[in-house]
Every structure is written in structure tokens, then in C-alpha cells.
């Protein structure tokens, strides 16, 4: 085997340990998020769109729809169900009143901002092992592999 051939296999090899690593680790923070929300009264698909909400801000439901790939209808009725908890409420475009747009409530906002700050309790507890140094740099690589991936 040429030295060249066996780089890209070893290549291969790191990104593969690399895909599977970032794999699982999305799986347990995935599962660690469904355990704190149990304590909610709302369902993995309502954070989901509470987290948008919540950092993008107001938009119609078919910009709600595009942003967590699903169907119009079944982001309608996430959130008529939303609307029935007072998570949100819709609110005509002051613009263009055929427009309506969903609007994050207080305790909507309340619900993201506590299961929020208990995910990154979770993450720190999960990193004490870590020095400062290793979690400042974990943070920049992380940072800059999101930032290259939304560019695609």
C-alpha cells in the first residue's frame, strides 16, 4: 500500500470517528433535553419551535414550518396547541393584516429560558473534567464547524 493510500484511509478513518462521535453526542444531549422537559407540560416539538421563537423572534407559521422542516398543517395545529397553553398567541402584521404572525408569550419565554439554563448546568457538569483552556478551545472549534456548515 502506498504511504499516500494509507493517509486516506487513516483519513477516512478520523472523520468517520469524528461523524460518529458527533452522532452520539447529539443522541445524549438529544435524550437529556426530553428528560427535562418531562417536568414540562410540553412536548419535544413545541420546545423546538419556543426555541425559535425565541431566538429569531416573530413569523408566520410557514416560516415556522421551513425552519423545523414540517408540514403547514401539522405546525398549525403545534401551534393551536401552543396557543391553548399560552405559550403564544397570533397577532396580525401591523404591516399587512392578512399576515399573521406567532408571537412568544411570557410563559413561553419562561419554559425556554429555564430548560435553557438546566441543559447548560447539565454540559457543565458533563465538562468538569475539562481545564478552561480544553473548554475555551472545544467552544472555538465547535463555533467555527457550525459556522463552516451554515455556509454550505
Known sequence: MKLEDAQ???NTDL???IEKDLRYISGIIKQKGREILSNYTITP?????LQWLFEDGDMTIGE?????YLAFST???????????NLVVRVKDENDRRVVRIHLLDEGKRIIDEVIKKRQLYLQDVLVDFTEE???KLKENLAKLHQDMRKE
Open 8 to 10: 486516506k484511509e487513516k
Open 15 to 17: 472523520f468517520a470517528d
Open 45 to 49: 416539538p413545541q420546545f423546538i419551535a
Open 64 to 68: 415556522l414550518s421551513n425552519k423545523m
Open 75 to 85: 405546525t398549525t395545529d403545534l401551534v393551536d396547541r401552543m396557543e391553548k397553553n
Open 134 to 136: 480544553e473548554i475555551e
